[in-house]
């Protein structure tokens, strides 16, 4: 099959030829890729902020065909139409066994072993697998829990997008911050994920919904479709802590970092009244620190991390297809456009330049 691989970090990406194996694992299950979309996690591993062995294949939200499945996989079947998730999990260790499995801690049986032939190669050496998934190749091999299936009537390009955005942003709001109507929440970052924050806390019937961005364009998506009440352009507003507070009554109960800076979980923390919470949903880089002032611990804030949305994918992504279906869920308008795999470092640069709007690889 075909595949985009990075082969060091700050390098373009290389299409080539990549081998999947023959013979599945009773556990696994082989799907023809239809659409992957380009996420921020990405373009880290490709600028070297997370650090991973090389050469590897990125694209962690996909969807896609199921072709083959492994002897012991039930509930997917060839022709099934699935969604493929980065929450891989193995099902019976203590996060998994008490409904968290984005919270797994024995990922490594999910996968394939040393002794075994890789998911991935060329000429017999091992291709890495990013977060399990590897979406930027025309063929995926996973581990049976990456898959859920899902209503053949939802267009595979943007339910590609359930895998990590969507699911990501509007988990955070929902299950993890249980927003609710009366609450005040902001939301730093405009890109996929914070406008799915957005859209999951207008849905959860949120009082106000505050985005904050340097982008005009952003900003004008947020409230247009995604749900926000408030727009900051933090760039031209001088005292974003100020303004919101004046609109909220003392600051919001919930304050959202969806970019992965550092320095904004401080900014995060000035936005919200006493006792509130920030979720940090960004991805930060390996080696990055956070440092929170005691004063904002004084005030009863605390400061928690956000994996996935804390999603069951099982469970949360056919309800985010019912909810698309039923005309409740924005996805298109999270599309900037739609590529070719040939063109794959075009949407790398679309990372870079910010625009906010996911960039989709159709197959």
Request: hydrophobic share 45%; with cysteine; net charge negative.
């Amino acid at each position: 099959m075909r595949a985009a691989l990075l082969t060091a970090p700050g390098q373009d990406l290389t299409v080539g030829n990549v081998d999947t194996p023959s013979t599945l694992r009773g556990d696994e299950v082989r799907v023809r890729t239809s659409a992957v979309g380009l996420c921020h996690s990405d373009l880290h591993v490709v600028d070297g902020l997370v650090q991973r062995p090389m050469p590897i294949v990125l694209g962690h939200e996909a969807a896609g065909v199921v072709t083959e499945i492994g002897v012991d996989v039930t509930g997917i079947r060839p022709g099934d139409h699935v969604v493929a998730c980065f929450v891989v999990s193995c099902g019976a260790c203590r996060m998994c066994v008490s409904g968290r499995p984005a919270m797994c801690q024995d990922r490594e049986a999910t996968m394939r072993g040393e002794s075994e032939e890789p998911r991935l190669s060329i000429d017999g050496a091992e291709v890495h697998q990013w977060t399990s998934i590897a979406g930027y190749a025309e063929e995926m091999v996973l581990h049976h829990s990456a898959v859920t299936v899902i209503d053949d009537r939802m267009p595979l390009d943007l339910a590609a997008l359930l895998g990590c955005a969507v699911a990501t942003g509007v988990g955070s709001a929902t299950t993890v911050a249980g927003i609710g109507p009366g609450d005040h929440i902001a939301v730093i970052g405009c890109g996929g994920v914070g406008l799915n924050v957005c859209q999951g806390a207008a849905l959860a019937g949120a009082t106000s919904i505050i985005a904050i961005d340097r982008s005009d364009a952003r900003l004008e998506l947020a409230r247009t479709r995604f749900g926000a009440t408030h727009t900051v352009n933090s760039d031209r507003e001088p005292d974003v802590a100020a303004l919101v507070s004046s609109w909220t009554g003392g600051g919001v109960d919930h304050a959202f970092e969806a970019v992965g800076i550092p320095a904004l979980v401080g900014t995060a923390l000035d936005l919200t009244v006493r006792g509130g919470t920030v979720w940090a949903v960004g991805v930060f880089g390996d080696t990055a620190e956070i440092t929170v002032p005691a004063g904002h611990l004084h005030a009863g804030k605390g400061v928690h991390g956000v994996r996935a949305g804390s999603i069951v994918p099982s469970r949360d992504i056919p309800l985010l297809v019912d909810a698309y279906l039923e005309g409740r869920l924005e996805l298109e308008a999270l599309v900037g456009r739609r590529i070719p795999l040939d063109r794959i470092n075009d949407g790398i640069a679309d990372l870079r330049a910010g625009t906010g709007a996911r960039t989709l690889v159709v197959f």
